[in-house]
């Protein structure tokens, strides 16, 4: 299986600062890297597809980028919703394995 | 509006047996790959299993194959997950969600899902 490995597994920022976030599997997976956004009590939202093509409907303040192994989710600034938990997904082969997750909580 | 209902979680004992359902509506559902995740208490999201378009190919992860089936009614627009020989460790909230590419693929990420079913499995 492939592990996908996660930095930091939480972290503190205030409104405004840039965040970024890294995702590392354990072998290539080209660009089959899903990120997702979940906040307490909700179902996991698609941010980001096919590691750098923003979800429809998700702000601009969220990128990723990377291939192969290694992969960033970056917030450019902040905002008061974006205070939740990020997961980065494989999805080139089975089982399509999530990474532990990254908290982000205010600072 | 694509919509998405999951339905059929409950207390179970183990060794049981559950039938989860997912109804969708909003799209045309036999266009698209389905899958099941799910999340046990207090933890990350696990992917549970995964099929394509036209029901021909299905894929589990270890912890639960040869133990749920995955299926599909494209006519009902319905996604089922039977789950047999439960365990206490397959307690969590099972979500059903459709996968983002049209054409029937699983490789992609989830952009629908549902608001999660709550299996626990206790004796």
């Known amino acids: 299986d492939i592990q996908m490995t996660q930095s930091p597994s939480s972290l503190s920022a205030s409104v405004g600062d840039r965040v970024t976030i890294t995702c590392r599997a354990s072998q290539n997976i080209d660009n089959y890297l899903n990120w997702y956004q979940q906040k307490l009590g909700k179902a996991p939202k698609l941010l980001i597809y096919s590691a750098s093509n923003l979800q429809s409907g998700v702000p601009l303040r969220f990128s990723g980028g990377g291939s192969g192994t290694d992969f960033t989710l970056t917030i450019s600034s902040l905002e008061p919703e974006d205070f939740a938990a990020y997961y980065c997904?494989?999805?080139?082969?089975?089982?399509?394995?999530f990474g532990q997750g990254t908290k982000v909580d205010i600072k | 509006e694509v919509q998405v209902l999951e339905s059929g979680g409950g207390l179970v004992q183990p060794g049981g047996s559950l039938r989860l359902s997912c109804e969708m509506s909003g799209f045309t559902f036999g266009n698209y790959g389905m899958t099941w995740v799910r999340q046990p208490p207090g933890k990350g999201p696990e992917w549970v299993s995964a099929i394509v378009a036209k029901s021909d190919v299905t894929h589990y992860a270890a912890s639960v194959k040869g133990r749920f089936t995955i299926s599909r009614d494209n006519s009902k627009s319905i996604l089922y997950l039977q789950m047999n020989s439960l365990r206490v460790e397959d307690t969590a909230l099972y979500y059903c969600?459709?996968?983002?590419?049209?054409?029937?693929?699983?490789?992609?990420?989830?952009?629908?899902w549902g608001q999660g079913t709550p299996v626990i499995v206790s004796s």
């Open positions: 997904q494989q999805s080139y082969s089975v089982p399509y394995t």
């Open positions: 969600a459709k996968i983002r590419a049209p054409g029937g693929t699983t490789r992609d990420g989830a952009d629908y």
